[in-house]
């Protein structure tokens, strides 16, 4: 299993991908609200925001996963940065 305890900065020339941290909720949750992204992801689990803080809050301490949020991007269309990835 790979050890994801150290949480990096990814950093490329047209984005930035970066440790989520409850202090990304606000700008994450209309992506858990949009029914787009339900549909797409098969995720049918209605997350509120006490929820999401609690989750990204306790993600700097584990080992076992590492979720990234894009905090910036140099393309055209990009300004909201609401972008993340899980591995």
């Given at each position: 299993?790979?050890?994801?305890?150290?949480?990096?900065?990814?950093?490329?020339?047209?984005?930035?991908?970066?440790?989520?941290?409850?202090?990304?909720?606000?700008?994450?949750?209309?992506?858990?609200?949009?029914?787009?992204?339900?549909r797409l992801t098969g995720n049918h689990t209605h997350f509120d925001e006490a929820t999401l803080v609690k989750r990204y809050g306790s993600r700097g301490a584990t080992d076992n996963r590492l979720s990234t949020r894009r905090a910036s991007c140099g393309a055209p269309c990009c300004g909201r940065g609401s972008g993340w990835t899980r591995r």
């Open positions: 299993m790979p050890d994801f305890s150290h949480k990096p900065t990814l950093t490329g020339d047209l984005v930035v991908l970066r440790p989520v941290t409850e202090a990304d909720v606000p700008a994450l949750l209309p992506v858990f609200e949009d029914p787009e992204v339900t």
